[in-house]
């Protein structure tokens, strides 16, 4: 299934192979107001999106790799740490819940490749706003950036289930990333 993300003059286009779809689906209902069947352009970045089974997608030589220290964050749900591979134009970012390969250059080549599981929603979602933002911002757009943290206690997340809003508790941490980005686009373009 394809699926686009079109926000500005950035149009991230997710390739969801069968074994994606529902790992992905807290992704797509977070960045549900920017996501849509249909391109607003040519896709900037393309991304293929699968399942993720880090004991069999990944050689055993690299979980021996020291981890990197990748994005630290006041939020632990936003740290990111990852086994770093390089293989020719591409580095692999690997940890436990996500498997991305990036191309060292997204300038030159557009393109690239996710493995997804249920743990992989808040690395997804930064990896992905930080990708709108970078683009955004090399093209000369004034990209305001906001960003909150609310912890939430024990029982919370199910009183929150049953009001409909998100469903992972960590994707809270991150809607205010969502909430700029949208309202950015409202304004620019009433």
């Given at each position: 299934m394809?699926?686009?993300?079109?926000?500005?003059?950035?149009?991230?286009?997710?390739?969801?192979?069968?074994?994606a779809v529902d790992v992905f689906a807290p992704i797509h209902r977070f960045f549900r107001h920017l996501m849509g069947d249909t391109p607003a352009q040519q896709p900037t970045f393309r991304i293929a999106v699968h399942g993720y089974d880090p004991s069999t997608d990944v050689d055993a030589e690299v979980w021996r790799l020291p981890l990197s220290v990748i994005r630290r964050s006041n939020a632990a749900e936003f740290n990111f740490d990852a086994h770093v591979v390089d293989r020719g134009g591409r580095r692999l970012y690997v940890n436990r819940a996500t498997l991305l390969d990036a191309p060292v250059d997204a300038r030159k080549d557009d393109t690239f490749h996710l493995r997804l599981t249920e743990g992989?929603?808040?690395?997804?979602?930064d990896f992905v706003r930080d990708l709108v933002i970078r683009h955004e911002e090399d093209l000369?757009?004034?990209v305001l950036h906001a960003?909150?943290?609310?912890?939430?206690?024990?029982?919370?997340?199910r009183r929150a289930q049953g009001?409909?809003?998100?469903?992972?508790p960590a994707v809270g941490a991150a809607s205010a990333h969502l909430a700029v980005l949208h309202r950015r686009q409202a304004?620019?373009?009433?």
């Open positions: 394809i699926q686009y993300l079109n926000f500005l003059h950035t149009t991230v286009q997710f390739d969801l192979a069968d074994d992989s929603v808040v690395q997804v979602l000369g757009t004034v960003s909150g943290a609310h912890r939430r206690r024990s029982g919370d997340h009001r409909g809003q998100d469903h992972h304004l620019l373009h009433p």
